[in-house]
């Protein structure tokens, strides 16, 4: 299962976020969201669970806890939505 946590530090690493989710199953992958400009950390990520039920459990036990000074929202990740099928770009005159 996908599980997106938000609200967090921007000193979070990608092993912090693994460590406390460790707690509760295997994690299949942690992805930290960056700026592709700056690098820099979004405050959002996502982590892959092994398990639903594993990831339920970290769901209910971390969701508005405090992790590194922030209150974390963790919840089930919501499927990326279909992307627009209209065509995109230009729009100026046909010539």
Known sequence: MNI?????PYSITDTDLRETFAEYGKIDEVNLITDKF??????FGFVEMHSNSEADAAIKALNGTDLKGRNITVNQAKPRGERSSRPGGGGGRRW
Not at 4 to 8: E, F, I, K
Not at 38 to 43: H, L, T, V
């Open 4 to 8: 997106y946590v938000g609200n967090l």
């Open 38 to 43: 700056s690098g820099e950390s979004k405050g």
